[in-house]
């Protein structure tokens, strides 16, 4: 699951879980495995491509 705290709720949320965008900016994305807010316990290699492709379509929906 994706770290969905708003950084108003406790200060360490950073990602808006829509746009993967880091709040207060505009073209800075992350898609990997740090928005996982602990460890999932198991290999998340599927896991984090599937949050990188994601990413990827949004970045493209916002560049176009």
Not at 9 to 26: N, W
Not at 35 to 53: C, D, K, Q, R
Request: with cysteine.
């Amino acid at each position: 699951a994706l770290d969905r705290r708003p950084p108003s709720q406790d200060g360490r949320g950073v990602v808006d879980p829509e746009s993967f965008r880091v709040h207060g900016t505009q073209q800075l994305y992350v898609g990997d495995a740090s928005l996982f807010p602990t460890s999932i316990g198991v290999n998340p290699h599927w896991t984090v491509m599937a949050i990188a492709e994601l990413c990827a379509q949004q970045v493209v929906r916002d560049l176009q």
